[in-house]
């Protein structure tokens, strides 16, 4: 099986699993990293094929709904059917495996160029304007408050510290998408990433005037 027809069937797999899930983490969601992590791979000079794959697979069995070990064992399932280089594989399967924010003061894991393109990808779309819908849509799912004035934002040192926390949806800005626009890994990703890091300080000074009654 050649590598276009890998491609096609890794998109059908992530497709059809994630078609009917959480809006902030969907098909949808999946196919903008795609997106992005392809045009950030093309700048950068980086292995289109890895690139692509991770961004395809690194939120079929997202660490939020699924044991870690289960998903690991489930993406390593999927590849083996392709008869893939190991190395090939195996960096596919790291990149998916670590990813993910786990945590303000929890170690980033992601070494190789396609990884850090790829975590680049997912991270973009966590912030700016689908950033902040995606935030909202992810605390409906998880019934959190969209705001208590009660609960601070809190740097969680840990990944099940931070899987495990009870927040609010505007606390999240705080405790992770701001910090993004500093932790991207690639020239390209911290260019774009800048404006929308503008634009959610904008609606943050402005959700904070209407609740105070200021405008």
């Known amino acids: 099986m050649n590598k276009k027809e890998i491609i096609k069937k890794t998109i059908s797999f992530a497709r059809k699993k994630l078609e009917n899930g959480e809006s902030g983490h969907d098909w949808q ?62 960096h596919i399967e790291s990149i998916v495996a670590n990813i993910s924010f786990k945590g303000a003061k929890v170690k980033n894991k992601i070494s190789t160029l396609e ?34 004035p009660k609960i601070k934002p809190v740097s969680h040192t840990s990944p099940e510290k931070y899987k495990n926390a009870k927040s609010t949806s505007i606390n999240h800005f705080y405790e992770k998408l701001l910090l993004l626009k500093n932790r991207m890994n690639t020239k390209t990703a911290k260019r774009i990433a800048k404006n929308r890091h503008e634009f959610m300080k904008k609606y943050l000074k402005q959700f904070f005037d209407e609740w105070e009654g200021k405008k």
């Open 115 to 148: 990884g850090k393109i790829a975590q680049d990808a997912d991270r973009l779309d966590a912030i700016g304007a689908i950033g902040i819908a995606r935030v909202f849509s992810y605390g409906a799912h998880a019934d959190r408050p969209f705001y208590d």
């Open 29 to 90: 969601h999946t196919e903008r990293v795609q997106k992005m992590a392809l045009k950030l791979a093309k700048e950068e000079t980086a292995d289109m094929f890895v690139v692509e794959m991770s961004a395809l697979l690194h939120d079929v069995f997202d660490h939020k709904f699924f044991d870690e070990k289960l998903a690991q064992e489930k993406i390593k399932e999927f590849l083996e059917q392709f008869k893939l280089d190991k190395n090939i594989e195996s």
